[in-house]
Each structure stands twice: as structure tokens, then as C-alpha cells.
């Protein structure tokens, strides 16, 4: 049992280039999750979805977008990444509202 | 807006000792809080849910209290171990009309020492 799978583990960019980080998860959660992780600064939540199909916005969604067209996937992307976007990125999934997160194990991303 | 902090960066003990954390909120009522664990270069992994009906919640080693009229809950790890060393993380439920979503605190550094 996987878990929350994400993907890649460590990216370089360069200002200005786009990506998609994926998150997978094999547990049939309804709700998911990204947040970014930054020194001194705690998780924050970029943008959030509480099912197939629907999207919503978090504390810090501006630069993001993200799609869930699959129960089992959300994907983050940066149309053009900066470099106040250097950061850990974390996927997390919850059966529902009120239940405990389960977090994969970053993204490690670095823009130059 | 709602407030959050984990009153100490770091805490250093001795194994075997009682490691006590501390997490303060202002601002509103969550109707429950969570703590993880986070090890370096990795996730956070969920430990303990306690609801503010419960004042009180124990897991192993592991104790929750949550008192809502100080708006603090306090973590212990009973005889500690350098095992448990990590990063631990308060989170709480968002204020009204978030979906269940949470809002983290920066997390306390703990490092049992043998």
C-alpha cells in the first residue's frame, strides 16, 4: 500500500518555466491537498479539493493552478515559476472534513 | 484572523524524561486540533486527533489534552526516547467555512538525548 505517491521528488527551473507536480493516492480518499513548506513558516495551503472534479483555493494560491480529474490524482502546476516559488511541496489526502492527513514525502523544488 | 503558535522552536531532553509541547491558538474555537510528527526530509505523519469535547486523549506513550478555555493544548511523550526525536506539528481545524481544512503551526524541534 503506497500511500500518497508524489512526483518528481526534486525538480531545478529556471524563472519562467512551467511544471506539473503530481500527486497520487491509493487509499479512494475523497479530499486532497497541497501545501508548500518553507523555513520558518510552517505549511501552508496552496489549494484544495474535496472530490473529483472540484478545485478550491487555500491561504497562498497566487502562481498555482491545479486539477483533479481523477479521484486518485491532483496535480499542482506553475505556468511560470519564480523564484520566491523555491520551496518543499507537500500532497495530502483525507477520507473526509475533520479526519487525519496523510502526507507524501515532498517535492524538492529550486528556482533559479 | 486565526493565530497559531508552538511556544518553543526547539526542546531538548534527557531519554527517559517526559517531553511536554505546547500549542496556543487566539482568535477563535477550533472544534478539534491534531498533532503530527515530521522527520527530516520527510512528510508529516498523523499522530493524534482530539475533538473539544475530550479533554484528554492517549495513544501508547503519547498524551493530547485540549483545553479550550486557556485555547492550548499540550503534547507529552512519556519516557522518552532518541527515537522520538523530530520535528512536531500543532494543527488546527480553519475557521468557519473551510472545509475541514488545516492551519499548521511552525512546529517544535524535539531532540531526546541518550
Known amino acids: 500500500n503506497a500511500g500518497v505517491t508524489q512526483t518528481p521528488k526534486f525538480r531545478v527551473l529556471k524563472t519562467g518555466q512551467s511544471m506539473t507536480l503530481l500527486c497520487a493516492q491509493d487509499?479512494?480518499?475523497?479530499?486532497m491537498y497541497w501545501y508548500r513548506q518553507d523555513p520558518g513558516m510552517g505549511l501552508r495551503l496552496i489549494h484544495y479539493?474535496?472530490?473529483?472534479?472540484?478545485?478550491a483555493k487555500g491561504e497562498v494560491p497566487d502562481g498555482y493552478n491545479v486539477s483533479r480529474l481523477k479521484k486518485q490524482n491532483f496535480l499542482l502546476g506553475l505556468e511560470s515559476a519564480a523564484p520566491s516559488q523555491t520551496s518543499v511541496y507537500f500532497c495530502?489526502?483525507?477520507?473526509?472534513?475533520?479526519?487525519?492527513?496523510?502526507f507524501g514525502d515532498g517535492t524538492r523544488l529550486s528556482i533559479l | 484572523s486565526q493565530k497559531i503558535e508552538q511556544n518553543s522552536e526547539a526542546l531538548n531532553i534527557q531519554e527517559g524524561k517526559t517531553a511536554t509541547l505546547t500549542c496556543n491558538y487566539t482568535n477563535y474555537s477550533p472544534a478539534y486540533l491534531q498533532w503530527y510528527r515530521q522527520d527530516p526530509g520527510r512528510g508529516p505523519v498523523f499522530l493524534l486527533l482530539?475533538?473539544?469535547?475530550?479533554k484528554e486523549k492517549r495513544k501508547e506513550r503519547l498524551k493530547v489534552t485540549f483545553d479550550t478555555t486557556l485555547k492550548q493544548s499540550l503534547f507529552h511523550i512519556t519516557a522518552s526516547q532518541p527515537a522520538d526525536s523530530a520535528t512536531y506539528l500543532c494543527?488546527?481545524?480553519?475557521?468557519?467555512?473551510?472545509?475541514?481544512?488545516?492551519?499548521f503551526g511552525k512546529g517544535t524541534k524535539l531532540s531526546v538525548k541518550p
Open positions: 482530539i475533538r473539544e469535547n475530550e
Open positions: 487509499m479512494n480518499h475523497e479530499y
Open positions: 479539493s474535496v472530490g473529483e472534479g472540484t478545485t
Open positions: 494543527a488546527l481545524e480553519g475557521y468557519g467555512g473551510s472545509q475541514g481544512n488545516l492551519i
Open positions: 495530502a489526502s483525507s477520507i473526509g472534513e475533520n479526519q487525519p492527513q496523510h
